[in-house]
């Protein structure tokens, strides 16, 4: 329900975000449970991510039909999508459907932040407040805040003396910025900026990039979807959806082999070059099931992704700036339309930040270590997320004693299933950390998590339980497997925001479950078809919800 401010409310179920995850859950909530239920959203629109993340370029990198609901079919026949990979207004528009279509919107209060969030443990509710005024009691709270929707925010110094334009990709302005006849500077090379700068370079005066590291990034080969072809997905849905979810990543790859050393290497060689033509993730998840195992397979990739940046950009010095050295597949791969084509253009330049560190922000550009300033009207951060743990920190958690999230996970997250954690019962996430969350089909990953949360709401209520929380020796083996099942891979051995090594300060983790979507489905069935072990309950049928 939509809520009024300064008077304190008692709900059973608050939900903060109004993205995929949230919509879903408020559904599940309110239409499949018949409980009373809020969202709390920060924009003034449904969107979550796709609502901030609006730069130039900004489109989804899985297929639009894979990255959509599978929860409703009457959803999937009425909702056509133009292209392969959506761009970020068609997204929108479809969880504006969505909201439209469930009747979401006078559950949801835009415009509004969550500043607190509070445990009582006699009363056995949170206590959740708002910078609007608002004060809700509730039963089950749900972060659906997401996993990318806090901006890294990177200390240069003098950040704040520049006085030209500036933007951040995660979070930019409603109307078109028009660049014509300005001078840009970008920092970051991430997947965020490899959309963006090929748009911005056919508008600027002239572009400089400032890059840390290059990422090995591979055509997105989009295109529009033909009448045939929307048909034939349609048709098929359902068996589409059984192949995606039973995927390891959450999509389907045919072209998926077992082993690169099973083949010659003429035939690896064909088959990558196939995979690079397929676009998308199809190098990154698709190729070889040995490429995030076997450091030999994993640098014949990484070379053939250099040979191709070699070939794509016409002067030697930029392109070797341009080839990744870190092992391939280790970071989230970016997908890209004419990016390297863009550094052959006379108006762009890059600078390689990690030989010359930028010194310092000026009124009128950067200042380069090695004496070098380099002036323009705009500057755009692209500098990466504070994943996992700083959506969640934001929302000022405090559990069982007042203890925080920040002070349980001071050395380190850890969960159960990446659902919950000790000492905060009946605080679910959505895709949390721990789970199989961004290396995973997200909305198929949302789903699961959604339902599986509704389950366990169901089942407390039908048996009159008051609070669910993990026990804490549960949570130490959840991480221990999470680790175990990393460290079996080559994806910790760099460093990335999966874990959380571009945070000063952040305890490094790897914060992704890797064992793949349908092995944690079965586990998380399992734990719910066995009276959810590894959980404990708290009942007390006579307890009152009422808070002072």
């Known amino acids: 329900m939509s809520i009024q401010p300064h008077t304190p409310v008692h709900l059973d179920a608050v939900v903060v975000g109004a993205g995929f995850a949230g919509l879903y859950m408020l559904h599940a909530l309110r239409d499949r449970l018949g409980l009373k239920a809020t969202v709390f959203e ?3 629109d449904v969107g979550g991510t796709w609502y901030w993340n609006r730069y130039p370029g900004a489109r989804c990198d899985i297929d639009s039909y894979d990255y959509s609901f599978s929860f409703s079919d009457e959803i999937q026949q009425e909702w056509t999508w133009s292209e392969k990979y959506a761009a970020q207004p068609e997204i929108m528009k479809y969880l504006q459907f969505v909201a ?20 009582d443990e006699h009363a056995r509710r949170w206590v959740i407040r708002t910078d609007r005024g608002h004060t809700v009691v509730c039963k089950y709270y749900i972060s659906g805040a997401g996993t990318l929707s806090n901006a890294a925010d990177p200390a240069f110094k003098g950040k704040h003396s520049f006085k030209g334009e500036v933007y951040s990709t995660s979070a930019w302005p409603h109307e078109p910025v028009d660049f014509t006849g300005k001078t840009v500077g970008i920092i970051g090379t991430g997947a965020s900026a490899i959309q963006a700068i090929p748009l911005i370079a056919q508008q600027a005066k002239h ?60 035939q690896v060689q064909q088959h990558l070059e196939y995979c690079w033509n397929a676009g998308g993730f199809s190098l990154w998840l698709g190729a070889y099931g040995d490429v995030l195992t076997d450091e030999k397979a994993s640098n014949i990739v990484a070379e053939f992704v250099r040979s191709k940046i070699r070939q794509r950009v016409t002067d030697p010095k930029t392109a070797e700036k341009l080839c990744p050295r870190y092992l ?21 330049a890059l600078v390689d930040v990690k030989a010359d560190p930028i010194q310092q922000i000026t009124e009128d550009g950067i200042d380069l ?74 909305p198929l990953g949302i789903e699961q998590h959604v339902e599986w949360i509704a389950d366990a709401i169901r089942y407390m209520e039908d048996n009159g339980l008051e609070a669910i929380e993990p026990a804490l020796e549960e949570e130490v083996e959840w991480d221990k497997l999470v680790a175990d099942i990393a460290n079996a891979t080559l994806l910790p051995r760099t460093d990335t925001w999966y874990t959380g090594s571009n945070i000063p300060g952040k305890p490094r983790k790897f914060l992704v479950y890797l064992g793949g979507g349908a092995a944690y489905k079965q586990t998380c069935d399992e734990v719910a078809r066995n009276g959810y072990t590894g959980f404990v309950f708290e009942s007390d049928p006579s307890l009152s919800a009422n808070v002072a």
């Open 42 to 44: 920060a924009a003034d």
């Open 100 to 119: 439209d279509k469930l009747k979401l919107r006078p559950d949801i209060n835009f415009e509004t932040r969550v500043v607190s969030s509070t445990y």
């Open 207 to 266: 572009l400089t990039v400032f890059q840390r590291t290059p990422n090995y990034t591979v055509p997105l080969q989009n295109c529009r979807e033909t009448e045939e072809e929307v048909k034939a997905i349609k048709a098929n849905y359902a068996e589409i959806r059984k192949q995606s979810k039973a995927a390891l990543a959450g999509v389907a790859f045919p072209s998926m082999r077992t082993s690169m050393f099973d083949d010659t290497p003429e």
């Open 328 to 348: 391939y597949g280790t970071k989230r791969q970016p997908c890209e339309t004419r990016y390297y084509e863009t550094y052959n253009r006379d108006n762009v």
């Open 369 to 442: 270590e090695s004496g070098q300033s380099v002036h323009f009207d705009c500057l755009i951060y692209a500098t990466g997320f504070d994943a996992f743990t700083g959506p969640l920190y934001k929302l000022g958690v405090k559990g069982r004693g007042g203890a925080t999230l920040q002070a349980h996970w001071r050395t380190g997250v850890r969960t159960n299933l990446g659902l919950m954690s000790h000492g905060f019962p009946n605080f679910f996430m959505i895709t949390g950390p721990q789970s199989p969350s961004v290396l995973f089909n997200m």
